[in-house]
């Protein structure tokens, strides 16, 4: 069956930088691409943009272009969100889905707090 | 694109008809999802294109509308949809609208 399994919840300093992975089975990982979405904590849904996973080409959201990196390690069916620089408002959940939205990871909590 | 739902929370009793609204600032041509979040979990894709059930998803859900409304009905509501509620569009980049949480009267 299909899975994205995302890695374990993080707690981290400001400053700090922090790699999340998604894990894709059950289907083969470079017909679709990856997105990644945010959810501070009582909050919405907020869009932080793409990969290509056949080209590795993210393409990022207007909020998310400074800090924030989207990386593939395709020979494992991964996927990747790095976070440099760690600000308080980092502290959320970020979620992977596949290119199509209809399968979900699990979702990773990232805190950040000194 | 903004994205306006409304009303932002919904109470209503098992069996009800329940209709909830998502505005987009502009034209979406139909480029839009219906998404269920229950506390805790991801996000569950329900309708998209704004009227095409997900597979696997009861039928009880259907969407609808057309330009810049768009509407989420759940004919009979049961105690398993209580959840938030989210729309997005995918007509031009893609936004989501603020969510409807829908609880039980």
Redesign the interface.
């Known amino acids: 069956q299909i899975q994205l399994v995302q890695s374990g919840p993080e707690l981290k300093k400001p400053g700090e930088s922090l790699k999340i992975s998604c894990k894709a089975s059950g289907y083969t990982f470079t017909d679709y691409a990856m997105q990644w979405?945010k959810q501070a904590p009582g909050k919405?849904?907020?869009?932080m943009g793409w990969i290509n996973t056949q080209t590795g080409k993210p393409t990022y959201?207007d909020d998310f272009k400074e800090r924030f990196v989207f990386s593939l390690e395709t020979s494992a069916s991964t996927a990747y969100l790095q976070i440099n620089n760690l600000k308080n408002e980092d502290t959320a959940t970020y979620?992977c889905?596949r290119g199509s939205?209809?399968y979900?990871?699990?979702?990773v909590m990232v805190t950040v707090s000194s | 694109i903004q994205m306006t739902q409304s009303p932002s929370l919904l109470s209503a009793s098992v069996g009800d008809r329940v209709t909830l609204s998502c505005k987009a600032g502009q034209n979406i041509n139909n480029y839009l999802a219906w998404y269920q979040q229950k506390l805790g979990e991801a996000p569950k894709l329900l309708i998209y294109n704004a009227n095409s059930l997900q597979t696997g998803i009861p039928s009880r859900f259907s969407g609808s509308g057309s330009g810049t409304d768009y509407t989420l009905t759940i004919s009979s509501l049961q105690p398993e949809d209580v959840a938030t509620y989210f729309c997005q569009q995918y007509n031009s980049w893609t936004t989501f609208g603020g969510g409807t949480k829908l609880e039980l009267k």
């Open positions: 979405v919405g849904l907020q869009y959201a979620f889905a939205s209809d979900w990871g699990q979702g």
